[in-house]
Nanobody
Framework: QVRLEESGGGSVQAGGSLRLSCVAYGSGYSNNCMGWFRQAPGMEREGVSV???????WHADSVKGRFTISRENAKNTVYLQMNSLKPEDTAMYYC???????????????????WGQGTQVTVSS
């Protein structure tokens, strides 16, 4: 049984920082793409950051230079460090596991199989 559990969301003022964590329970995920996605009310779910099995990363243009994704395979955990937060970052943030990806990066939500329940991030101006 695959289960993902996010934590670390909250409310911050613009310019602040948050660190999201996602623990994956079940089989090991060291060979899988792990991703963070977000969805604001009335909007489609969008990719934020992805990390593959060799720790290559992808970040959406809107978060480049502000967000950093990392993983700790021994703990089946992926992190999202979010700095210089903006009001437009306000959304529900979801963690997901994708396919095996040693030399690829999968950035579309449709490519991911298992999802957490999400953690809310709210940034006030």
């Amino acid at each position: 049984q695959v289960r993902l559990e996010e934590s670390g969301g909250g409310s911050v003022q613009a310019g602040g920082s948050l660190r999201l964590s996602c623990v994956a329970y079940g089989s090991g995920y060291s060979n899988n793409c792990m991703g963070w996605f977000r969805q604001a009310p009335g909007m489609e779910r969008e990719g934020v950051s992805v990390i593959n099995a060799d720790n290559s990363t992808w970040h959406a243009d809107s978060v480049k230079g502000r967000f950093t994704i990392s993983r700790e395979n021994a703990k089946n955990t992926v992190y999202l460090q979010m700095n210089s937060l903006k009001p437009e970052d306000t959304a529900m943030y979801y963690c997901a596991t994708g396919p095996d990806c040693l030399f690829s990066l999968y950035t579309r939500a449709a490519e991911y199989d298992y999802w957490g329940q999400g953690t809310q991030v709210t940034v006030s101006s």
